[in-house]
Structure formats: C-alpha cells, structure tokens
C-alpha cells in the first residue's frame, strides 16, 4: 500500500476491517447517472484511511458532486466525510448503503487538493483524513450563502509587469529568475536575502516575485512563520497588487475570515494566497508560484499528525502543479543547501561587494582583539565593548538586544554547589518572576519559601540565568533615562518606532525598525549553541542572521556584537556567509549520515508497543532493504529525576524511541511498509498506538 508516488492505495478501497452499514435492498430510487459515490472518511484511524462507496439517491444526484461535504452512515455512527469522485458502479460484493446527507453544494475539495494531501499523507506516514483537516477550514454557512448568492465578485487585478524589482537587480541570478517567471516558466530557487526591513527587505522582493508571476496569469501561494511576518508581507503586496487580489488564511483571524478567503480562491475572485501553514494548501487556480519564507522556523512545522513541514509540501505541489519555486531567509537551512547541491534549486545571492554594502559590521567580544582590551570580556554578560555599542548606537536610534530566555531568572542554582534548584513536589526547575517575587516551580507553580538543596543542603539560591526580565531591569539602570522595550513570551511586537531605545527581545521575537536598528546586541550566544540538539548551531546561526538583517548596513553605522565562543557558527556572522555555513553542516551530516542526508523516523511510546511495531517492521514481507536501515534504540524518552536511579522504573514506565534513519533511495519502500505495519496493528488491535514521526527535528 502507498500514496502518491510511495502510496497509491490511500486512495484505492482494499480489505481491512471497518465497512459502511449496508442498506437494506428495498432502498429509495438511485441517480440515473453514476448513482455510486466513492467516499474518504474524517477519521484519523489508520484502516479506515481509504473510501468507501455510498449509492447515491435521486434527490441527491444533482448536489452530491465530487469535492462536496457529506454525511454518512458508519457502524451506526455519522460520520463526516468528501466525496471524491462519482462512478457508475462499486467493488463491493453487498448492497451499498445511501448518502445520508449533503452538507453542502460547494466542492471544496479540488483534485489537486486531493492528490497533494495524498502525496503529504504518503510521505509523511499519515492519514488523508489528518492532512485535509488542515488543508480545509472548518465550514461557516453564511459564508457559502454570501458565494451561492454571487456577492464574491472579482477584482480588476493589473496584470502589467512588475516595476518594482530593483532590489532582485543586486543578487546573482535575480533578475533572470524574474524574466523567467514573467514569460510563464517555473525556475526552482533558494533566495538569500540581506535585509529585513525597508524597501530592500525581503518582504518587498517576495512581493515584486509575486507581482511578476501575476502578470502572466498565474496565482501564486506565499507561506510565513507567524503574523508578524504575514503583515510585513501583506503591506509590501499591497504596493504592487490590489487587495482585492489577496487572501490571508492564517488561523489567527478566526474562522469566519478564513473560511471567506478560502472560498474567495477557490471561487478565482483572488489569485494570491498568503498566510501561515494551512495556506500551503490553499486552492489557488493556475498556480504559477510557491513560496516559503524562513523555512529554518519551527512554527513550519505543522503540531498535529502527520507533523508535515510547511517545506516539503510547497516542494511536493511544486513538482505536483509544475509551479516555480522560492525558498528565501536570511540564512540557508542544510535542507536548503542540499537541494542547492543537487542542482535542484538555483542559489540566489548578493555578490561580496553587495554584502560588504548592505550588511552591518559584526564584531565578536571572544577574539583575541578584544580579548586583549577587555580581559573580562568572556565571563561578562554585557562586555565593554557591547556596552560601547550600546551606548553608540542609542545617539541614532534603537538599538536591540537579543537574549536567549524569557522571564526574570529562568533557572535557579544552588549557590554552594552551584546544582540546578529543583521543585520538592514535582523536580521541575525553579525560577523567579521578578526582584521580589518568591522561587515557585515552572511546571507545577509551587513556591519553595525553605527550598534546601538536595546535594548538598544549601538554603541560599542564586540565578543560574538572565531572562528578558531581568537584562531589561538591568539595561535600564545602565542606561539611565532611556526607554526600555520589551519583545517575548505572550507580549510580542511586530515593530518598534525609529527614536532611541533599547529594545530587549527573546530568540524569534524582533521587532522590526522601519529604517533599520543603529546597533544590535546578540547575548547568550553560548547558551544557545551548547543545547543538546542537532540542529543548535544551524538554528542558533538562523536566528543570529535574522536580527542582524534588521541592522542598518556598516556604511550608515550599523553595528552587531556578539557574546560567544569563536566557533564556525560565530565565523558565519562574521563573515556573513550563510550558505558557507549550511555547506559545512551538510559535509558533516553526510559524513555522519545523518538528517538531511537521509530520512529519520521516530517510533514513540510504551516500550511493549514500540518493540511490537519494530518487530512487525522489521519482518515484514514489504521492506526487502530492511537490512540496510541502521537503528537507533529503543531508548527513554526522558529521564526525569525521580527515576533517575531506578532501572525498572525506566523499563516500565518511561515511553521508549527508536529511530530508523532512511536513505532516499529506500524512502519509499520503507514508507509503505511502515503504513502497512501501523494499519495493521490498528485493525488487529494487537498492540498499543505510537507516535510515529517522519523527519522530526525535535528528535536528535
């Protein structure tokens, strides 16, 4: 069984438990025409992930049309489902049972939805019901009245070439991606951009990419992290394409909005569809261009099964709809950098003279120099010579701080032995809210008035590390009389006026200055690439990259400083050299074999389950190259520190991983055999369900 190219059988019946209730044979007068209606099913249970077939009834024959919304009888339960396609006949060897009802007339399934969530569900191991739950909004009926009434009227969209592509003149290979998109071609790129703000941003060069491939006639399908982004995005569009033209499919704005812009593309009243990740989805007609900004963010990184990336399905529908293709940051993941090499993407860059014009200068308080002027500058939480910048900078405007943790003191030390101070109830980590707030717990919120140290008994705490909070607090006493801005956790801002201030920020929560920030502060550097993952060097260089881009070049006084080691993360900054960087990390990773130089799958849950599923993998007839897998585990999940000493705790009760890392060439089969496996244990229930991840980041 398979999907897609992997898995055809997500959409082909086959013989697994679960069938419709069978109607009895003296039923009501069927359609003339095609009276059988194949049906997929919202369920996200593996062995009922395949259509089953309904009669249709002649009342029902001129509104039950493929893509429709239905109601069905199911093991005397209504279940919800679409309707895929109308045939004349069925496999099935009993009478059919009837359509129940159609919910509604309007087909918002398209067939190109159908066969990219298909495409998605093979891929990633999942269920078509699981994917078209976030390509398909929830139904509001007075939306739908407003389409079937004929109130979604079109809107006059100019379609003369774009004007406004200056910036895309001073990178490699900018213009001709242009070109070739304004003559109706679909190039594949990988866009490095400079800047984050003004009209050389990426927000205005995504917008001019967009308002090019208008003007062949084709839509386009723009997807962001989050909505600080999207209004970036939504105010650069509106200087090169009526509003008219635009939907925003962000789930933020509420259902009744989003379901309205959804019909708007499908309906062809809107050509461009912007918005966060169910927008990678949305029905736009004639879809000439995809997009994908800042694919590095884990907010790409759909939170429900299958757990698909916002990435790989602009890849997949790109290939699927012969659409072009633009993957921008600031940065180059190594995801990116391996399409790059592969010749599957062309690279987009600014030459070194365009670098050296535009960027800002970085300095680093860990080399010799400054080593040599502030001897004290590696222990330090604000060196000299960040503070010099500071200072500086705040003669001609903002100037922000990026730190590493939210809240005041985030974690607690014993001061004796210096061990983490952790909760008596729980052993979570305690922390501190603010000057005069009591220790509590972060996981249970208990407070900890007598805390005494386990290790060492120790009554006395001190802070084992700065939050926002805190750097605020402290920044506003070094800076007397200056304004301090705070940017994290629940009270993010998307931008900061242009007068001196110092604008405190968590990782990922920038605000932007429309002219750009006089100087930049990265602190914590270390904090961030010592976490154990992966990925921290890769992801700390991400987010390093995007607040520099927010700096005014170094030609208008534009100064980064950063408070970390000299490692090869740090060199990329300094240098500004992004797809270096990515170029390292992939050598390493193919050295080591590891993601993205082959597929992971995670295989999550009780130990007794993920043994079975293993085992039932691992001697199924469908995986021949089973041999060539390696495996990692099973292994705990996590050791908390009330089992810490404890092996049969940790055999017993700590759900268990194994990993199996996948080359592409094997990616397919064993994929089919994995869906194969997990369909079967759900219909013979002979095991627990686990968590199964195709891919995950979180998971090395």
Request: aromatic share 4%.
């Amino acid at each position: 069984m398979a999907g897609h190219e992997a898995q055809p059988s997500l959409l082909q019946p086959s013989l697994l438990q679960g069938f419709p209730d069978r109607a009895p044979v003296n039923g009501p007068p069927l359609a003339a025409e095609n009276p059988v209606a194949r049906v997929v099913l919202e369920s996200s249970l593996p062995h009922l992930d395949r259509p089953f077939d309904y009669s249709v009834p002649a009342e029902l024959a001129e509104v039950a049309a493929p893509g429709v919304r239905v109601k069905v009888k199911f093991n005397g339960q209504e279940l919800n489902g679409y309707i895929i396609e109308r045939r004349a006949d069925s496999d099935a060897a009993a009478p059919l049972s009837t359509l129940h009802k159609v919910v509604s007339p309007v087909a918002v399934l398209t067939p190109a939805a159908l066969e990219l969530a298909g495409t998605v569900a093979g891929r990633y191991v999942g269920s078509l019901s699981d994917v078209l739950r976030t390509a398909i909004p929830p139904r509001v009926a007075k939306v739908e009245k407003e389409l079937l009434a004929g109130d979604f009227e079109a809107g006059v969209v100019d379609l003369k070439p774009a004007t406004d592509a200056h910036a895309w003149a001073s990178y490699g290979n900018g213009e001709p991606y242009l070109q070739h998109l304004a003559k109706g071609g679909s190039p594949k790129a990988v866009l490095t951009a400079l800047q984050g703000f003004g009209p050389g941003g990426w927000p205005a060069m995504v917008a001019s990419a967009v308002a090019t491939v208008r003007s062949s006639g084709r839509g386009a399908v723009v997807v962001v992290p989050d909505y600080r982004d999207l209004e970036q995005l939504e105010a650069a569009l509106a200087n090169v394409l009526p509003s008219s033209d635009v939907a925003r499919l962000t789930a933020d704005d509420g259902q009744t909005p989003r379901y309205r812009n959804f019909l708007r593309l499908l309906s062809g009243t809107a050509g461009v569809a912007i918005g966060t990740r169910s927008a990678a989805y949305a029905p736009v007609r004639d879809l000439g261009l995809v997009v994908c900004w800042d694919d590095g963010d884990d907010l790409h990184i759909e939170q429900r099964a299958p757990y698909a990336h916002t990435r790989e399905v602009l890849l997949l529908r790109a290939e699927q709809e012969n659409a072009a293709c633009l993957m921008a940051s600031h940065n180059r993941s190594t995801e990116l950098q391996r399409l790059v090499e592969m010749q599957w993407a062309v690279p987009i860059e600014a030459p070194r003279s365009t670098v050296r014009a535009t960027a800002p200068r970085v300095l680093n308080t860990a080399d010799s120099f400054e080593q040599e002027r502030d001897p004290l500058a590696r222990i330090a939480r604000l060196p000299g010579a960040a503070w010099r910048a500071a200072k500086e900078g705040l003669e001609r405007g903002p100037v922000l701080v990026q730190v590493a943790r939210a809240g005041y003191a985030p974690s607690l030390v014993c001061e004796t032995c210096r061990e983490l101070a952790r909760c008596n109830a729980c052993q979570g980590p305690l922390a501190v809210n603010s000057s005069s707030a009591m220790p509590a717990c972060r996981w249970c919120s208990t407070p900890a008035p007598q805390w005494r140290c386990m290790h060492c008994s120790g009554t006395r705490l001190r802070r084992g590390a700065a939050g926002v909070m805190r750097t605020a607090e402290e920044l506003g006493r070094a800076f007397p009389g200056k304004a301090v801005v705070t940017s994290s956790g629940e009270h993010i801002k998307a931008t900061v006026p242009d007068a001196p201030a110092l604008v405190v920020a968590t990782v990922g929560a920038e605000p932007v200055a429309s002219n750009g920030y006089a100087a930049a502060l990265l602190l914590d550097g270390n904090s961030l690439l010592r976490r154990e993952n992966l990925r921290a060097g890769e992801d700390t260089v991400r987010r390093w990259f995007n607040a520099a881009s927010l700096v005014k070049p170094a030609s208008q006084g534009g100064l980064v400083v950063i408070t970390a080691d000299d490692t090869a993360a740090t060199g990329a900054l300094l240098r500004w050299d992004a797809a270096g960087f990515a170029s390292r990390e992939l050598a390493l990773r193919k050295e080591l074999q590891l993601p993205p130089a082959v597929r992971v799958a995670s295989v999550t849950g009780p130990r007794a389950d993920v043994v079975h599923f293993s085992d039932a993998l691992e001697t199924s007839a469908h995986l021949a190259s089973i041999a060539k897998l390696r495996k990692a585990g099973p292994a705990p999940v996590q050791l908390s520190a009330s089992n810490q000493g404890s092996a049969a705790a940790v055999e017993n009760d700590a759900d268990v991983r194994t990993l199996y890392f996948i080359p592409y060439a094997d990616a397919a089969e064993t994929t089919r055999a994995m869906r194969a496996v997990k369909v079967a244990n759900a219909a013979k229930r002979t095991s627990g369900p686990v968590q199964l991840r195709l891919d995950g980041v979180d998971v090395l």
